[in-house]
């Protein structure tokens, strides 16, 4: 099968607005001159777009017009490596995801524990941060939560109430295996994030084995929230300075 066939057929499987690059496509080395000409003849009859340089996508069609990928989409190429996550997009962009708030941030911090990731992708720019841990596709929805608890003083237009309630919703649905992982995980975290996770399972009886968040905290120490004690009333006892 010539090489602009076996690119179409794959293209043509591709859910629209799927972003992709060479080594998506089931190509040999040896034959990337010749994908990068019938890439260029699709790109003429607009079935795929040029995201930047390398990089493509199979647009969405609308009564609209053509829509571009979201933002998960077009960073994609960068959480992954051989087809692993080693990736996943932190901070501001991942808490207004959330519904944690309304503000979009310019640049998009991209978490990675072995490398510094930097993208530049359309209008796009991502930025490195570290990671506590490897990042997995087993773990990283939880790396998400324990950030988002990280950074809970500093989340713009915050609503404690709903924001809590968002993260006993989320620790609800968890399996009992997912839960010991995520405090296992949070172990890594500042002593910050082990305290409010703690809290927040207590608070609403999360079944969970809280006695390593508990054993891993100094007794002397305090963490300050941006939360009301009426909110969170058993804080006290994780050494939680509240509102």
Same mark, same amino acid.
Request: proline share 5%; hydrophobic share 40%.
């Given at each position: ?105 310019? %640049? ?7 490398? /510094?990731?930097? #993208?530049?992708? =359309?209008? !796009?720019?991502? &930025? ?54 995520? %405090? ?7 002593? /910050?994030?082990? #305290?409010?996770? =703690?809290? !927040?399972?207590? &608070? ?40």
């Amino acid at each position: 099968m010539r090489v602009a066939q076996k690119i179409v057929q794959q293209i043509q499987q591709l859910p629209e607005g799927t972003t992709f690059d060479y080594q998506t496509l089931i190509v040999d080395r040896a034959e990337y001159a010749a994908a990068s000409k019938a890439l260029e003849r699709l790109i003429k009859k607009e079935i795929i777009n040029r995201l930047s340089s390398g990089v493509f996508y199979k647009p969405k069609k609308t009564v609209f017009g053509t829509l571009m990928p979201n933002e998960q989409e077009v960073l994609k190429i960068y959480l992954f490596e051989d087809g692993k996550r080693i990736a996943y997009i932190t901070g501001v962009s991942l808490y207004n995801r959330l519904g944690l708030t309304t503000q979009i941030p310019k %640049i998009i911090k991209i978490a990675c524990r072995d490398k /510094r990731i930097f #993208a530049s992708v =359309g209008n !796009i720019r991502g &930025k490195a941060v570290k990671s506590y841990v490897d990042v997995t596709d087993d773990n990283y929805y939880l790396l998400e939560l324990l950030d988002a608890l990280k950074d809970f003083n500093q989340i713009p237009d915050l609503n404690p109430e709903s924001a809590l309630t968002l993260f006993a919703n989320k620790l609800n649905l968890l399996s009992n295996k997912e839960l010991n992982s995520l %405090i296992t995980i949070a172990l890594k975290y500042p002593p /910050r994030v082990r #305290a409010l996770l =703690g809290a !927040i399972l207590e &608070k609403f009886n999360v079944e969970s084995n809280i006695t390593a968040l508990i054993n891993s905290l100094n007794p002397f120490s305090e963490y300050q929230f941006n939360i009301p004690q009426t909110l969170l009333p058993n804080g006290i006892s994780w050494k939680l300075k509240l509102k």
